[in-house]
């Protein structure tokens, strides 16, 4: 009977002695799977700097239409005499006006940005007159007056007016200021797009 409990007890030891060899076995085979997992896989982190910009976002900017970069505030006293015989005529009125400089996004063509990775550059129009009716006929108001005069009599002193506005707006120190407002905005909204190299070439 105790020689027959002996065996049975024996048997139970060498199962388990069994199983466990297989559960190290099973480990070591896990184990060295994993290990070769590890040595055969790398991990490969690259960097996209390719930024496309999208029609939509072209169209947004062409959106802004006239955008202004430099604005110039002027005052203009513009006189006239016509000699008569006995007496003269005298007319004489102050103009006001804004000249604004700046470009015209929405005349830009296809061909007025290029994109490479990164990068991007701007080919752009001087900073040019935005609109030619930048006298405030509401503020101009009769300085001096004396004698008749025609609506022909002051249209021609309001082109004078005109001329004069211009001649001391477009000059080459107001445009190229014009030009560096120009640069510094539309720089800062290129890198706000996520490009981190922006170069603005002026045509």
């Known amino acids: 009977m105790n020689r027959q409990h002996n065996t049975i007890a024996d048997r139970l030891r060498q199962g388990r002695i069994v199983l466990l060899a297989i559960a190290a ?50 005052e203009q006293l513009i006189d006239t005499v016509r000699r008569g015989l006995f007496s003269d005529d005298h007319l004489a009125r102050i103009y006001y006006g804004t ?14 940005l290029t994109t490479q990775g990164d990068s ?29 005069w025609t609506a022909q009599d002051r249209e021609v002193l309001y082109r004078r007016a005109q001329q004069r506005m211009l001649r001391y707006s477009l000059t080459p120190k107001n445009v190229e200021t014009a030009s560096q407002n120009a640069d510094t905005q ?10 981190q190299h922006v170069n603005i070439q002026w045509r």
């Open 25 to 74: 076995v099973a480990a070591i085979a896990v184990a060295w799977s994993l290990a070769r997992c590890v040595r055969e896989t790398s991990v490969a982190i690259e960097s996209d700097q390719h930024i496309d910009i999208t029609p939509q976002q072209i169209e947004s900017i062409r959106a802004i239409g006239q955008w202004e970069f430099l604005a110039i505030s002027n």
């Open 99 to 112: 000249v604004r400089l700046g470009i015209d996004m929405q005349q830009m063509d296809s061909t007025w």
């Open 120 to 148: 991007i550059t701007l080919w752009l129009p001087q900073p040019t007159l935005l609109d030619r009716d930048f006298i405030d006929e509401a503020r101009t108001k009769s300085f001096h007056e004396s004698g008749r």
């Open 186 to 195: 539309l720089r800062r909204l290129m890198l706000s797009m996520g490009y």
